[in-house]
């Protein structure tokens, strides 16, 4: 069965500070899809990045970067500079490629404190 | 292009009446998926419509019901509320191409509370 677990379950840094996300999967497939998403207090979930299974490659957008690795299961996610803007819940999850399981599986979140 | 619109977003009812939630995908999207969210269960998936058909279901009790209309626009159902029920409903939206999966976007959601 798939799982995400997001063991940080609450992060507080003062701006600026640079701030790593946690991200562990379990799935026995192996075409599978990482995806991380943000919940500001409005509830609205936003999409921020997709990996694909067989793509190992970091991406780095603006602040943001996200490390995959496959051996460790692991899709980390790092806020540089953060700002208070970035104050959130944000969570990782998981899909498959079988049509049965392609919902979307969530950890249970990291609410993010920035402080000014 | 206009994002997932959900309706209404905030409601009130009370043990055992029926709610009707109401979803309209982004424009040219097929699929359109419902989660729940709970302090206690976190985001947990209902079910997914593709072409007015469900494409997938989870594990939830026979109460919770959806549709979806020619236009993709799509109706979850809960009946015979329970105050377990009180959570925010999330409505997504992905693509629907078959073969991989789609990256889904998120409506602002519907707060429901059962009294």
């Known amino acids: 069965a798939q799982k995400v677990t997001q063991a940080q379950t609450e992060i507080s840094v003062v701006e600026k500070e640079d701030v790593t996300l946690d991200c562990v999967y379990e799935?026995?497939?192996?075409?599978?899809?990482l995806f991380w998403y943000k919940q500001p207090p409005s509830g609205e979930l936003v999409f921020l990045i997709r990996r694909n299974s067989f793509d190992e490659q970091n991406e780095i957008s603006g602040r943001y970067s996200w490390n995959f690795q496959k051996s460790t299961s692991s899709f980390n996610f790092t806020i540089t500079a953060s700002q208070v803007v970035d104050s959130a819940v944000y969570f990782c999850?998981?899909?498959?490629?079988?049509?049965?399981?392609?919902?979307?599986?969530f950890g249970s979140g990291t609410r993010l404190q920035v402080q000014p | 292009k206009a994002g997932v619109t959900q309706t209404p977003r905030y409601l009130i009812k009370t043990r055992g009446q029926q709610v009707t939630l109401s979803c309209s995908p982004i424009s040219g999207h097929r699929s359109v998926s419902w989660y729940q969210q709970t302090p206690g269960q976190g985001l947990q998936f209902l079910f997914e419509y593709f072409s007015e058909t469900q494409r997938n279901k989870g594990n939830f009790p026979g109460r919770f019901s959806g549709r979806q209309f020619s236009n993709s626009r799509s109706e979850m159902n809960v009946s015979t509320l329970e105050l377990g029920d009180s959570a925010l409903y999330l409505c997504?939206?992905?693509?629907?191409?078959?073969?991989?999966?789609?990256?889904?976007?998120f409506g602002p959601g519907t707060r429901l509370t059962v009294l």
């Open positions: 799935t026995r497939d192996t075409t599978y899809y």
């Open positions: 999850a998981l899909s498959e490629r079988d049509t049965g399981r392609r919902a979307l599986t």
């Open positions: 997504a939206s992905g693509a629907g191409t078959s073969g991989s999966t789609d990256t889904q976007y």
